[in-house]
């Protein structure tokens, strides 16, 4: 009986969160109600309040359900024990492309947190989380970054903090405008290349290295 309880109560959360969805994307975050997100799941407002404290945590929910696949490949990036982990993170931002633009609700997700999700005062909690998410994912860059240099494939001199924000603004904004404008290019044919366009950055860029170094390439210029 307990275990039969257990999952109707999986089976209404996943309802709301399907409803949610549906609602967020034809409607945007801020124009949708929980009592909108109630009648769309067929459950009472109420239910939504036992497993969800507000709209925000509604939201976050959604988004939570995008991470799982792609958490053993990140950590494997993150792992001083992985030996290519540059590579764990090509293969990990390529099936992120491929997903965003070949699986519907992968797509619907991502549009709606980038296009759809305004931060009013009503979401100001999922502002916050979004922002504690923001510098969690520079801190995991960073990490595979310094895993990187540790194994001799990016150069030592590089600015790791730098280096992982400039990385996570390019593919930020590489999903935001393919799905804003999604004829522009085709991110699921081209999705190597684009990736490659930002591990090259990483490589090859003066500018993302250290100050030190960058004064000792002026110093060695001067006659």
């Known amino acids: 009986m307990v275990r039969r309880t257990k999952e109707e109560a999986q089976e209404t959360r996943s309802a709301i969160l399907e409803a949610a969805e549906r609602a967020f994307y034809e409607r945007g975050v801020a124009r949708t109600t929980l009592g909108d ?5 067929g459950v009472t407002r109420g239910a939504i ?3 969800f404290s507000n709209k925000a945590d509604v939201v976050q929910a959604m988004l939570d359900s995008l ?14 024990d992985e030996i290519d982990p540059l590579g764990c993170m090509r293969k990990l931002l390529i099936h992120l492309f491929h997903q965003v633009a070949i699986d519907p609700k992968t797509r619907r997700i991502n549009e709606i947190l980038f296009h759809k999700c305004e931060f009013t005062d009503e ?49 930020d904004g590489l999903l935001g405008q393919w799905l804003l404008v999604p004829d522009s290019f085709e991110l699921h044919k081209e999705a190597e290349s684009w990736v ?16 030190d170094k960058t004064e ?7 006659p």
């Open 196 to 211: 490659d366009v930002g591990l090259d950055m990483l490589r090859l860029t003066p500018s993302l290295r250290t100050s």
């Open 49 to 51: 309040y036992w497993h």
């Open 37 to 41: 997100i109630a009648t769309l799941a």
């Open 123 to 171: 979401m100001c909690d999922l502002r916050r989380q979004r922002q504690v998410a923001m510098i969690d994912c520079n801190t995991r860059i960073e990490l595979t970054l310094s895993n990187a240099i540790h194994r001799h494939q990016l150069p030592e001199t590089l600015d790791v903090r730098r280096a992982a924000i400039c990385f996570h603004a390019y593919i």
């Open 216 to 222: 000792s390439e002026s110093s060695s210029l001067q």
């Open 67 to 80: 991470h799982e696949p792609l958490d053993a490949l990140a950590q494997a990036c993150e792992s001083q």
